[in-house]
């Protein structure tokens, strides 16, 4: 079976880019021992979004509101602050992203 078949999100990608990890990877991919210290809402992910038919790629730089992801009975939406991906050097905006985390497809 697939990731995505498992349960995966496979548009999103943890970054880490003061470790061994420098480009980004899926979650069940990274050693448990580089994020370990890290909490959720301080792990940087690399989320993959379709605008126009093209794929944007931007890396999440916090958690906005996690109010109701831990709800079983809602959509479990996730808001991250964001910069593009090729941009995270030196970010020229700051987007916003609602992610909806629930498995409904």
């Known amino acids: 079976m697939s ?6 999100d496979t548009d999103m990608k943890i970054y880490l880019p003061k470790s061994s990890h420098p480009d980004p990877v899926p979650s ?10 890290k909490k959720g809402d301080t ?5 993959d979004v379709v605008v126009n038919g093209q794929v944007e790629r931007y890396v999440t730089v916090r958690v906005i509101s996690t109010m109701r992801s ?18 995270r050097s030196a970010p020229t905006e700051v987007r916003l ?6 498995n409904d497809y």
Do not use: F, M, P
Request: charged residues 25%.
């Open 43 to 47: 792990l940087h992910w690399v989320i």
């Open 28 to 37: 069940y991919q990274v050693n448990q021992e580089d994020i370990k210290d």
């Open 97 to 102: 992203i609602l992610r909806d985390i629930s």
């Open 70 to 87: 831990v709800e079983i009975c809602s959509r479990a939406t996730i808001v991250y602050e964001v910069i593009k991906y090729h941009e």
């Open 3 to 8: 990731a995505a078949q498992l349960g995966w």
